[in-house]
């Protein structure tokens, strides 16, 4: 059976990924700072602080103990609204440190297990925020921008190592942070994005499950679920 990692599996898209792998026959790891609610026999949860690159690194050794990882799904991340010139700069190293750094320390640990088999595929979430340059989110674009950034470095580091790497973006999915905001402004990006009716957990879920069964995945790739322009 497979292997899969996955980041911020304690609610959200984390979560419902995680389940649905595990329908799929998956061996699933999940990382989250704390208690996690999903219990299967072929479920192991982590508390883990991806920010923290020690556990990152400490947890990714347990696992490979175990075997192989075969996919990083790099979902964990942190959104926050806020004007440019009235974001606290604190907001802005939070957002960096969890949705950049975060993802680095989970790339570069199950990296370096995937040169090892000579295999593997790596998933980052990112954002459609990022092509819209989305006003009043300059730091939370920024954060993931360097995601994106990453993901097309490290897919041509590792492409000798027959590692896949790519990332796939969002609008706003029906998740509790997006409940927070005013329907207005989500519904303005849905529409910008061809998406008027949004975009729900389920549809998020089967566009990553596509992406990685796709035989013709291209490594480095950056996919939007929407139309950008």
């Known amino acids: 059976m497979p292997t899969v990692l996955i980041t911020g599996t304690s609610q959200g898209l984390g979560l419902a990924l995680a389940e649905r792998l595990l329908a799929d026959g998956w061996i699933v790891h999940g990382f989250a700072r704390g208690p996690q609610v999903l219990t299967h026999e072929r479920f192991t949860a982590h508390v883990v602080d991806i920010t923290d690159e020690s556990a990152v690194r400490a947890a990714v050794a347990s696992i490979a103990e175990a075997g192989r990882i075969d996919l990083l799904i790099n979902n964990a991340g942190a959104a926050s609204m806020n004007a440019l010139l009235l974001t606290p700069a604190a907001v802005a190293e939070r957002l960096m440190r969890v949705n950049y750094l975060g993802t680095f320390h989970c790339l570069q640990a199950v990296g370096k297990v995937m040169v090892r088999q000579r295999a593997g595929r790596v998933i980052n979430v990112t954002t459609v925020a990022v092509p819209l ?97």
């Not at 790497?165 to 910008?192: E, Y």
């Not at 957990?201 to 013709?216: E, H």
Request: net charge neutral.
């Open 133 to 229: 340059s989305l006003e009043g989110e300059a730091a939370y674009v920024a954060s993931k921008a360097a995601v994106e950034a990453l993901t097309k470095v490290a897919a041509r580091e590792l492409a000798s190592s027959g590692i896949i790497v790519s990332a796939v973006g969002f609008g706003p999915i029906d998740t509790q942070l997006t409940r927070a905001v005013p329907k207005a402004a989500l519904a303005k990006i849905n529409d910008t994005i061809g998406r008027p009716q949004g975009t729900t957990m389920a549809q998020a879920v089967d566009f990553i499950m596509g992406r990685i069964s796709a035989p013709d995945f291209k490594s480095g790739s950056v996919e939007y679920l929407g139309q950008i322009a």
